[in-house]
């Protein structure tokens, strides 16, 4: 499904009485890459994400499922803007306590997965606070099918009602029930209105809180294959954009917009 491009909402967002544009990382405003510490966010999306965190009555966020000390290492944004990791988990400060429970639960996670990829070298467990991640993206590239079987069978995991999200060659197990749209659901309640950009299965609990037939704007950033083809799974976004390069495209012309608005 083929949704429309954002740019028709350019003037109403310049002229919001108060704007939250909040955007995930990496896919969105960073390009992916098979090593997650050698990326580097399109400088253009940067530059404007600055400019616009500079504006009266306009606040930026980074909602990433990166752990936080993890996105400080590869995003070069800072106060004001808030970054925010975990998926809403780890606010710039503070977060929620671990219980033993939920210690257990992670460990038991990270064993499971451990054997699982024993033996299947470009496959890595990583370890967040609040989640453990299981990444195959390497492996994908010289063994596509042997990584499509390791995500099903760690989909397969038992893990008792807690929350586990697959994503681009990844599956992710959380022993917290905090996602992007809990937290952009709070967030964006002192806004008049609110920007979400993301790529993936995870940012669609931000996607779905937004107003869409109000001031929000939610766009999805789909990237096409070799066939032309974009990924098929549902989206609660009602704007479409093809790729890093056309964020940070859209996100120059938003801050030049609000500039001129709020000037």
């Known amino acids: 499904m083929t949704l429309p491009d954002p740019h028709a909402t ?16 990496d896919g969105t405003i960073c390009p992916l890459g098979t090593d997650a510490y050698s990326v580097t966010p399109d400088p253009r999306a940067i530059a404007a994400l600055e400019a616009l965190a500079g504006l009266p009555g306009t606040d930026v966020a980074i909602l990433s499922g990166r752990h936080l000390d ?12 808030s970054l925010v990791g975990s998926h ?18 992670l460990a038991d996670i990270q064993a499971a997965l451990e054997e699982l990829i024993t033996g299947h070298p470009g496959t890595f467990v990583e370890t967040k606070p609040y989640q453990r991640v299981l990444h195959v993206v390497q492996l994908a590239e010289t063994d596509p099918d ?24 990844i599956v992710e197990f959380s022993a917290i029930g905090i996602t992007k749209g809990t937290w952009l659901a709070a967030e964006k309640n002192g806004y008049a209105a609110t920007l ?5 299965v995870t940012d669609e609990t931000a996607l779905a809180v937004l107003d869409i ?19 098929a799974h549902d989206t609660a976004a009602k704007y479409q954009l093809g790729s890093v390069a056309d964020v940070a495209n859209f996100l120059t012309e938003l801050a030049a917009a609000r500039r001129s608005a709020r000037s």
């Open 10 to 25: 350019l003037d109403r967002l310049a002229h919001s009485d108060s704007l939250l544009v909040c955007m995930d990382f």
């Open 70 to 81: 993890g996105l400080r290492r590869v995003c070069p944004l800072g106060p004001p803007v």
């Open 88 to 105: 809403g988990a780890e606010p710039t400060s503070g977060g929620p306590a671990l219980s033993d429970d939920d210690r257990a639960y």
């Open 146 to 169: 042997a990584a499509a079987s390791l995500l099903q069978q760690a989909l397969a995991l038992p893990t008792g009602k807690r929350p586990v999200i697959p994503g681009h060659n």
């Open 196 to 200: 979400f950009a993301g790529d993936d």
């Open 213 to 231: 037939y109000g001031a929000d704007v939610g766009i999805k950033v789909r990237r096409t294959d070799s066939a032309g083809g974009s990924p």
